[in-house]
């Protein structure tokens, strides 16, 4: 295989990625519509759900491994003799075969959409004070709501609620990915963008898919139709 095959390859990976990130969020949604629907019969399938998440996460890491390689590599391309570049495609094998062997499966558990997953059933599985939500002031409870729901980078409601585990904010996720994104550009740090909070080094690790939140978002402005 001809290392513009391997590249085309890759094309099509990315391609490939953006589903099964999608497939990830959708068997986050399943998983804890059974749990809110309380019904003891469905915890084997949450672990069958769980089982396939991490099945999930597991390609996604393989996809960005051979990415990985296969950008370093191509960086390289311009500097290579000529007939190194017959090997290239070979080297991207080797390299992709050792840095499978050097993971293991536990720090699948640390992917972003797996922890997610976990999360949302986890709050799924603690039902909410309706007593005490009753006994909530109005006005806090409308200031409670605009708070948590939108984004303090585009003021307006978060559609893919992102939580930063560092300083526990949230943001919409294109708006914060931007400005990160934006900041490393200028070779400058990311700071939360909410004010008082002195995490000044926001980065795409410290971010996980706030699902629950955004069922919430969803659910509210369905009742709202």
């Not at 990315?14 to 519509?33: F, H, K, P, Y």
């Not at 396939?52 to 370093?72: G, P, Q, T, Y």
């Not at 039902?127 to 006005?139: H, V, Y």
């Amino acid at each position: 295989m001809s290392f513009s095959a391997v590249q085309a390859a890759l094309s099509g990976l990315r391609s490939c990625q953006e589903d099964v990130g999608t497939n990830m969020d959708m068997l986050t949604d399943v998983a804890m519509d059974l749990v809110e629907s309380h019904e003891t019969e469905h915890s084997s399938s949450v672990e069958t759900l769980q089982a396939m998440i991490l099945e999930s996460a597991e390609l996604d890491r393989e996809i960005n491994c051979f990415s990985n390689i296969v950008e370093h590599l191509n960086s390289e391309v311009s500097q290579l003799p000529p007939e190194a570049l017959f090997s290239l495609s070979d080297r991207v094998k080797e390299q992709f075969e050792a840095k499978m062997a050097s993971l293991s499966k536990a720090e699948l558990h640390n992917h972003q959409k797996v922890i997610a997953f976990k999360e949302g059933v986890g709050s799924a599985l603690q039902p909410e004070n309706g007593e005490e939500a009753e006994n909530q002031d109005e006005d806090i409870a409308v200031t409670q709501r605009f708070v948590n729901f939108t984004c303090p980078l585009t003021q307006v409601e978060m559609e893919n609620p992102m939580k930063n585990k560092v300083c526990n904010h949230h943001y919409d996720e294109g708006a914060i990915l931007a400005m990160i994104k934006a900041r490393h550009k200028q070779h400058k740090k990311c700071r939360c963008p909410v004010v008082g909070c002195g995490n000044i080094n926001v980065t795409h690790a410290d971010l996980v898919p706030d699902l629950l939140l955004k069922r919430r978002i969803q659910k509210r402005n369905a009742s709202q139709v």
